[in-house]
Protein backbone atom coordinates (compact mmCIF):
# COMPACT_ATOMS: atom_id res chain seq x y z
CA UNK A 1 0.00 0.00 0.00
CA UNK A 2 1.07 3.32 -0.97
CA UNK A 3 1.63 5.74 2.11
CA UNK A 4 -0.18 9.05 2.21
CA UNK A 5 0.98 11.59 4.57
CA UNK A 6 -0.36 14.15 5.43
CA UNK A 7 0.64 17.52 7.23
CA UNK A 8 -2.07 19.06 9.22
CA UNK A 9 -2.39 21.72 11.72
CA UNK A 10 -5.58 24.13 11.82
CA UNK A 11 -3.18 26.48 13.16
CA UNK A 12 -1.63 28.77 10.63
CA UNK A 13 1.83 29.20 9.66
CA UNK A 14 3.32 26.31 11.56
CA UNK A 15 4.91 25.29 8.61
CA UNK A 16 2.51 22.58 6.74
CA UNK A 17 3.55 23.97 3.07
CA UNK A 18 7.27 24.63 3.94
CA UNK A 19 7.21 20.53 5.47
CA UNK A 20 4.80 18.89 3.08
CA UNK A 21 7.19 20.17 -0.09
CA UNK A 22 10.39 19.52 1.72
CA UNK A 23 9.20 16.04 2.77
CA UNK A 24 7.66 15.31 -0.71
CA UNK A 25 11.63 16.42 -1.89
CA UNK A 26 13.63 14.40 0.67
CA UNK A 27 11.33 11.23 -0.09
CA UNK A 28 12.19 11.20 -4.19
CA UNK A 29 16.18 11.93 -3.55
CA UNK A 30 15.85 9.08 -0.68
CA UNK A 31 14.09 6.48 -2.45
CA UNK A 32 16.39 7.22 -6.41
CA UNK A 33 19.47 7.31 -4.06
CA UNK A 34 18.14 3.91 -2.84
CA UNK A 35 18.26 2.55 -6.27
CA UNK A 36 14.16 2.11 -5.66
CA UNK A 37 12.44 1.12 -8.34
CA UNK A 38 9.63 3.92 -8.17
CA UNK A 39 10.96 7.14 -6.94
CA UNK A 40 7.92 9.23 -7.64
CA UNK A 41 6.03 10.99 -4.97
CA UNK A 42 3.05 12.88 -5.50
CA UNK A 43 2.29 16.41 -3.35
CA UNK A 44 -1.24 17.32 -3.18
CA UNK A 45 -2.26 20.84 -2.87
CA UNK A 46 -5.44 21.28 -1.06
CA UNK A 47 -5.29 24.94 0.82
CA UNK A 48 -6.73 27.30 -1.85
CA UNK A 49 -3.79 29.87 -0.74
CA UNK A 50 -1.94 27.40 -3.17
CA UNK A 51 1.60 27.87 -1.79
CA UNK A 52 2.95 24.77 -1.97
CA UNK A 53 1.62 25.03 -5.82
CA UNK A 54 3.34 27.99 -6.21
CA UNK A 55 6.83 27.11 -4.43
CA UNK A 56 6.96 23.45 -6.30
CA UNK A 57 5.99 24.73 -9.71
CA UNK A 58 5.96 28.36 -9.97
CA UNK A 59 2.20 28.90 -10.50
CA UNK A 60 -0.41 29.57 -8.21
CA UNK A 61 -2.92 30.41 -11.50
CA UNK A 62 -4.35 27.44 -11.70
CA UNK A 63 -8.71 26.69 -11.89
CA UNK A 64 -11.34 24.80 -13.18
CA UNK A 65 -10.14 22.74 -15.41
CA UNK A 66 -6.44 21.50 -14.13
CA UNK A 67 -6.43 21.44 -10.65
CA UNK A 68 -7.87 19.20 -7.64
CA UNK A 69 -10.97 21.41 -7.52
CA UNK A 70 -11.05 19.65 -11.52
CA UNK A 71 -11.10 16.76 -9.17
CA UNK A 72 -13.38 17.26 -6.60
CA UNK A 73 -16.59 18.37 -8.95
CA UNK A 74 -15.84 15.56 -11.36
CA UNK A 75 -18.45 13.00 -11.47
CA UNK A 76 -17.13 9.35 -9.64
CA UNK A 77 -16.26 7.31 -12.56
CA UNK A 78 -14.29 9.51 -14.03
CA UNK A 79 -12.58 11.33 -10.89
CA UNK A 80 -9.63 8.75 -11.29
CA UNK A 81 -8.61 9.98 -15.01
CA UNK A 82 -9.54 13.31 -14.10
CA UNK A 83 -6.90 13.35 -11.21
CA UNK A 84 -4.03 12.00 -13.48
CA UNK A 85 -4.80 15.07 -15.86
CA UNK A 86 -4.45 17.19 -13.53
CA UNK A 87 -0.89 16.24 -12.63
CA UNK A 88 1.95 18.81 -13.45
CA UNK A 89 5.23 18.16 -13.10
CA UNK A 90 7.58 19.75 -10.35
CA UNK A 91 10.14 22.47 -10.84
CA UNK A 92 11.78 20.88 -8.02
CA UNK A 93 12.56 17.20 -9.18
CA UNK A 94 11.24 15.14 -12.11
CA UNK A 95 10.22 12.35 -9.85
CA UNK A 96 8.03 15.36 -7.74
CA UNK A 97 4.54 15.56 -9.08
CA UNK A 98 2.03 17.93 -8.07
CA UNK A 99 -1.87 17.96 -7.95
CA UNK A 100 -2.37 21.57 -7.93
CA UNK A 101 -4.70 24.07 -5.33
CA UNK A 102 -6.85 26.22 -6.84
CA UNK A 103 -8.47 29.32 -5.25
CA UNK A 104 -11.81 27.65 -6.58
CA UNK A 105 -10.99 25.15 -4.09
CA UNK A 106 -12.85 28.38 -1.74
CA UNK A 107 -16.60 27.88 -3.15
CA UNK A 108 -15.56 23.96 -3.48
CA UNK A 109 -16.38 23.51 -0.12
CA UNK A 110 -19.98 25.41 0.32
CA UNK A 111 -20.50 23.40 -2.98
CA UNK A 112 -20.13 20.51 -1.16
CA UNK A 113 -21.20 20.81 2.08
CA UNK A 114 -24.15 18.32 2.43
CA UNK A 115 -23.56 16.02 -0.75
CA UNK A 116 -23.43 12.81 0.03
CA UNK A 117 -19.84 10.60 -0.47
CA UNK A 118 -18.40 14.42 -0.46
CA UNK A 119 -15.36 13.64 1.98
CA UNK A 120 -14.49 10.86 0.45
CA UNK A 121 -13.90 12.99 -3.47
CA UNK A 122 -10.33 12.86 -2.75
CA UNK A 123 -9.80 9.40 -1.62
CA UNK A 124 -11.74 7.39 -3.62
CA UNK A 125 -9.71 8.76 -6.71
CA UNK A 126 -6.45 8.91 -5.55
CA UNK A 127 -6.56 4.90 -4.36
CA UNK A 128 -7.33 3.88 -7.41
CA UNK A 129 -3.97 5.49 -8.87
CA UNK A 130 -1.68 5.61 -5.73
CA UNK A 131 0.52 2.62 -6.96
CA UNK A 132 1.64 4.76 -9.55
CA UNK A 133 3.42 6.42 -7.05
CA UNK A 134 6.26 5.53 -3.93
CA UNK A 135 4.40 7.86 -1.37
CA UNK A 136 1.59 10.74 -1.78
CA UNK A 137 2.02 13.75 0.32
CA UNK A 138 -1.07 15.84 1.10
CA UNK A 139 -0.88 19.60 2.33
CA UNK A 140 -3.62 21.01 4.18
CA UNK A 141 -5.28 24.22 5.12
CA UNK A 142 -5.23 25.65 8.38
CA UNK A 143 -8.23 25.02 9.03
CA UNK A 144 -10.75 22.31 10.53
CA UNK A 145 -12.78 22.05 6.93
CA UNK A 146 -14.00 19.63 4.67
CA UNK A 147 -10.74 20.03 2.56
CA UNK A 148 -8.75 19.13 5.45
CA UNK A 149 -11.09 16.14 6.51
CA UNK A 150 -10.89 14.97 2.86
CA UNK A 151 -7.16 15.28 3.35
CA UNK A 152 -7.25 13.20 6.41
CA UNK A 153 -9.48 9.94 4.89
CA UNK A 154 -7.25 10.09 1.69
CA UNK A 155 -4.07 9.44 4.14
CA UNK A 156 -2.40 7.12 6.05
CA UNK A 157 0.24 8.80 8.03
CA UNK A 158 -0.90 12.48 9.55
CA UNK A 159 2.21 14.31 10.84
CA UNK A 160 1.64 17.59 13.04
CA UNK A 161 3.90 20.57 12.41
CA UNK A 162 3.84 22.80 15.53
CA UNK A 163 6.35 26.22 16.14
CA UNK A 164 7.47 25.34 19.24
CA UNK A 165 5.26 28.43 21.19
CA UNK A 166 2.93 28.38 24.13
CA UNK A 167 -0.38 28.81 22.14
CA UNK A 168 0.56 26.78 19.37
CA UNK A 169 1.17 23.97 21.80
CA UNK A 170 -1.85 24.06 23.36
CA UNK A 171 -3.96 23.67 20.53
CA UNK A 172 -1.94 20.36 20.00
CA UNK A 173 -4.15 17.55 21.15
CA UNK A 174 -7.06 19.32 19.56
CA UNK A 175 -5.41 18.97 16.42
CA UNK A 176 -4.59 14.66 18.08
CA UNK A 177 -8.36 14.49 18.77
CA UNK A 178 -9.46 15.69 15.52
CA UNK A 179 -7.23 12.99 14.07
CA UNK A 180 -8.51 10.53 16.23
CA UNK A 181 -11.97 11.21 15.42
CA UNK A 182 -11.20 10.95 11.95
CA UNK A 183 -10.07 7.47 12.59
CA UNK A 184 -13.13 6.11 14.82
CA UNK A 185 -15.43 8.33 13.46
CA UNK A 186 -14.63 8.23 10.06
CA UNK A 187 -13.69 4.22 10.41
CA UNK A 188 -10.51 5.01 8.50
CA UNK A 189 -8.49 2.64 10.39
CA UNK A 190 -5.92 3.15 8.11
CA UNK A 191 -5.15 6.31 9.12
CA UNK A 192 -2.46 6.43 11.82
CA UNK A 193 -0.62 9.54 13.93
CA UNK A 194 3.07 9.54 12.41
CA UNK A 195 4.12 11.97 14.86
CA UNK A 196 4.75 16.09 15.62
CA UNK A 197 7.06 18.00 14.21
CA UNK A 198 8.48 20.59 15.66
CA UNK A 199 9.39 23.21 13.44
CA UNK A 200 11.35 27.17 12.98
CA UNK A 201 12.95 25.91 16.52
CA UNK A 202 15.95 27.98 17.86
CA UNK A 203 18.01 26.52 20.50
CA UNK A 204 19.39 29.76 21.36
CA UNK A 205 15.65 31.27 22.72
CA UNK A 206 15.27 30.20 25.97
CA UNK A 207 11.36 29.38 25.24
CA UNK A 208 11.57 27.63 22.21
CA UNK A 209 14.22 25.11 24.66
CA UNK A 210 12.04 25.09 26.99
CA UNK A 211 9.19 23.78 25.07
CA UNK A 212 10.61 21.47 23.39
CA UNK A 213 11.64 19.68 26.44
CA UNK A 214 7.91 20.10 28.36
CA UNK A 215 6.85 18.97 24.85
CA UNK A 216 9.17 15.92 24.86
CA UNK A 217 8.09 15.33 28.91
CA UNK A 218 4.55 14.90 28.44
CA UNK A 219 3.05 11.57 28.75
CA UNK A 220 1.08 11.30 25.45
CA UNK A 221 2.82 14.29 23.03
CA UNK A 222 6.37 13.40 23.84
CA UNK A 223 6.28 10.01 22.08
CA UNK A 224 4.80 11.44 19.08
CA UNK A 225 8.01 14.47 18.85
CA UNK A 226 9.50 12.93 15.33
CA UNK A 227 11.62 15.30 14.32
CA UNK A 228 12.96 18.90 15.15
CA UNK A 229 13.54 21.59 12.04
CA UNK A 230 15.32 24.27 12.75
CA UNK A 231 14.72 27.88 12.24
CA UNK A 232 16.55 29.53 8.94
CA UNK A 233 15.12 32.74 7.59
CA UNK A 234 16.36 31.05 3.70
CA UNK A 235 13.52 29.55 3.86
CA UNK A 236 11.17 32.41 2.51
CA UNK A 237 13.54 33.16 0.30
CA UNK A 238 13.85 30.37 -1.39
CA UNK A 239 10.00 30.49 -1.51
CA UNK A 240 10.69 33.89 -3.19
CA UNK A 241 12.53 31.80 -5.58
CA UNK A 242 10.42 28.52 -5.77
CA UNK A 243 12.86 27.01 -4.90
CA UNK A 244 13.77 24.12 -2.43
CA UNK A 245 15.97 25.55 0.94
CA UNK A 246 18.52 22.72 -0.03
CA UNK A 247 18.68 24.12 -3.21
CA UNK A 248 18.78 27.71 -2.44
CA UNK A 249 20.93 27.19 0.62
CA UNK A 250 23.24 24.29 0.65
CA UNK A 251 24.55 24.91 4.01
CA UNK A 252 20.88 24.96 5.47
CA UNK A 253 21.26 22.91 8.26
CA UNK A 254 18.55 20.15 7.81
CA UNK A 255 18.46 19.17 11.56
CA UNK A 256 19.23 21.89 14.94
CA UNK A 257 22.77 21.31 16.27
CA UNK A 258 21.67 21.67 19.39
CA UNK A 259 18.87 18.90 19.24
CA UNK A 260 19.96 14.93 19.92
CA UNK A 261 19.87 12.89 16.75
CA UNK A 262 17.38 10.61 17.87
CA UNK A 263 14.86 13.36 17.69
CA UNK A 264 16.62 14.93 14.85
CA UNK A 265 14.47 15.19 11.42
CA UNK A 266 15.68 13.23 8.36
CA UNK A 267 16.90 15.84 5.63
CA UNK A 268 13.95 16.78 4.07
N1 LIG B 1 12.37 26.34 9.28
C1 LIG B 1 11.93 27.56 9.04
N2 LIG B 1 12.67 28.64 9.42
C2 LIG B 1 12.25 29.91 9.19
N3 LIG B 1 11.09 30.21 8.59
C3 LIG B 1 10.30 29.20 8.20
C4 LIG B 1 10.66 27.83 8.41
N4 LIG B 1 9.67 27.03 7.92
C5 LIG B 1 8.73 27.88 7.44
N5 LIG B 1 9.10 29.16 7.60
C6 LIG B 1 8.34 30.37 7.23
O1 LIG B 1 7.18 30.44 8.03
C7 LIG B 1 6.07 30.89 7.27
C8 LIG B 1 4.95 29.86 7.34
O2 LIG B 1 5.41 28.64 6.75
P1 LIG B 1 4.42 27.72 5.93
O3 LIG B 1 3.77 28.51 4.84
O4 LIG B 1 5.14 26.49 5.57
O5 LIG B 1 3.35 27.40 7.08
P2 LIG B 1 1.88 26.81 6.89
O6 LIG B 1 1.56 26.09 8.16
O7 LIG B 1 1.78 26.06 5.64
O8 LIG B 1 1.02 28.15 6.78
P3 LIG B 1 -0.58 28.21 6.45
O9 LIG B 1 -1.25 27.79 7.71
O10 LIG B 1 -0.80 29.66 6.10
O11 LIG B 1 -0.82 27.27 5.32
C9 LIG B 1 6.57 31.13 5.87
O12 LIG B 1 6.86 32.51 5.73
C10 LIG B 1 7.84 30.32 5.79
O13 LIG B 1 8.78 30.89 4.90
MG1 LIG C 1 0.39 26.28 4.06
Redesign the pocket.
Known amino acids: MTRVYVLT?H?????????ATNIALGLAGVLRRAGAANSRILLIDT?S?G?ASLVTTGRNDYGADNSLYTVLMADRASAPQVLVNCIVPSAWDDDLHVLPASPLLESAEPELIGVAGAPYRLADPLSRIANQYAAVVI?T??SFSLMTEMGLLAATDAIV?VEPRYLETVGLMSVINRINEVREGWRHPDLRISGILV??LDMRVRGHKHLLEELKAHSVLGKLVCGV?????A??YA?QNHQSVFVYDPQAPAVDPGVPRSTAAPAG
Request: net charge positive; no cysteine; glycine share 12%.
Open positions: NKGGVGKSTSDQHDRPPTKIPANEVSH
